[in-house]
C-alpha cells in the first residue's frame, strides 16, 4: 500500500513513472513466474518499486534498470525463503490457485501498440509453451534467463541483478536454454 509520500515521489517530474510504466509489466510477468501467485507477483513489484523510490530515486536514470532488477531479484529470493521456512516449519505450502474474482491492474492496462490479431494468437501460443517451459526451470535459471534474455541486460548486469558471478550467470542461462530447447522440442 502506498502512502501519500509515495505517492508524491512516483508522480514526480524526475522519470520515475516512464521507467514504471516502461519495465511494471516484465517485472510482473517474472515475479509471477517464479511466485505462480498473481497478488503476491504484484505484493512484490510493488515493494521493488517502492524501495527504488526511496533509496535510489537521485541516482541517474541510466541505473534505474539494472537497480531495479537487483532489487526486485531479491525480493523474489526473499519471498521464496519466507516460503522454504514456512513450509519446513508449519505445513506443506500449496500452490497459487488464481481465482476468478483477483484483479490484475497490469493486465488490464492497454497496450499502446496495436497488433495483428492473427499474429497476436500464434505468438500467445508460442508464449505460453515458453512460459511453461521457464516456469519449470530452478529459481537461478529461471533468473538468468528472465534477465539475459527478457530483459537484455548483459552478463555484468545479470551478474550484479542476481549477486552471483559472471560465470554462474553463463552457466545457469546455458542450462536454462538447454532444457527450455529440450522441452519445446528444439534439436539445436
Same mark, same amino acid.
Given at each position: 500500500?502506498?502512502? =501519500?509520500?509515495?505517492?508524491?515521489?512516483?508522480?514526480?517530474?524526475?522519470?520515475?513513472?516512464?521507467?514504471?510504466?516502461?519495465?511494471?509489466?516484465?517485472?510482473?510477468?517474472?515475479?509471477?513466474?517464479?511466485?505462480?501467485?498473481?497478488?503476491?507477483?504484484?505484493?512484490?513489484?510493488?515493494?521493488?518499486?517502492?524501495?527504488?523510490?526511496?533509496?535510489?530515486?537521485?541516482?541517474?536514470?541510466?541505473?534505474?534498470?539494472?537497480?531495479?532488477?537487483?532489487?526486485?531479484?531479491?525480493?523474489?529470493?526473499?519471498?521464496?525463503?519466507?516460503?522454504?521456512?514456512?513450509?519446513?516449519?508449519?505445513?506443506?505450502?500449496? =500452490?497459487?490457485?488464481?481465482?476468478?474474482?483477483?484483479?490484475? *491492474?497490469?493486465?488490464?492496462?492497454?497496450?499502446?501498440? *496495436?497488433?495483428? =490479431?492473427?499474429?497476436?494468437?500464434?505468438?500467445?501460443?508460442?508464449?505460453?509453451?515458453?512460459?511453461?517451459?521457464?516456469?519449470?526451470?530452478?529459481?537461478?535459471?529461471?533468473?538468468?534467463?528472465?534477465?539475459?534474455?527478457?530483459?537484455?541486460?548483459?552478463?555484468?548486469?545479470?551478474?550484479?541483478?542476481?549477486?552471483?558471478?559472471?560465470?554462474?550467470?553463463?552457466?545457469?542461462?546455458?542450462?536454462?536454454?538447454?532444457?527450455?530447447?529440450?522441452?519445446?522440442?528444439? =534439436?539445436?
Amino acid at each position: 500500500m502506498t502512502t =501519500p509520500l509515495d505517492e508524491a515521489a512516483l508522480s514526480g517530474g524526475d522519470g520515475l513513472d516512464a521507467f514504471f510504466s516502461s519495465v511494471e509489466r516484465r517485472a510482473f510477468r517474472m515475479a509471477r513466474m517464479a511466485t505462480r501467485i498473481d497478488a503476491e507477483a504484484f505484493d512484490i513489484v510493488q515493494d521493488a518499486m517502492l524501495a527504488l523510490v526511496r533509496k535510489y530515486r537521485d541516482r541517474p536514470a541510466a541505473q534505474w534498470p539494472a537497480l531495479f532488477m537487483r532489487i526486485l531479484q531479491n525480493r523474489i529470493l526473499d519471498w521464496h525463503s519466507r516460503q522454504s521456512r514456512q513450509k519446513r516449519r508449519f505445513w506443506q505450502a500449496l =500452490p497459487g490457485v488464481e481465482r476468478e474474482d483477483d484483479f490484475d *491492474p497490469v493486465a488490464e492496462a492497454p497496450d499502446p501498440v *496495436p497488433r495483428d =490479431p492473427a499474429l497476436l494468437i500464434e505468438r500467445a501460443r508460442d508464449m505460453a509453451r515458453v512460459e511453461v517451459a521457464v516456469r519449470a526451470l530452478p529459481l537461478r535459471q529461471q533468473q538468468a534467463f528472465m534477465l539475459r534474455i527478457w530483459e537484455g541486460l548483459d552478463v555484468a548486469q545479470c551478474a550484479a541483478a542476481m549477486d552471483c558471478s559472471e560465470g554462474s550467470v553463463k552457466t545457469h542461462l546455458f542450462r536454462a536454454l538447454q532444457s527450455i530447447r529440450g522441452q519445446l522440442g528444439d =534439436p539445436s
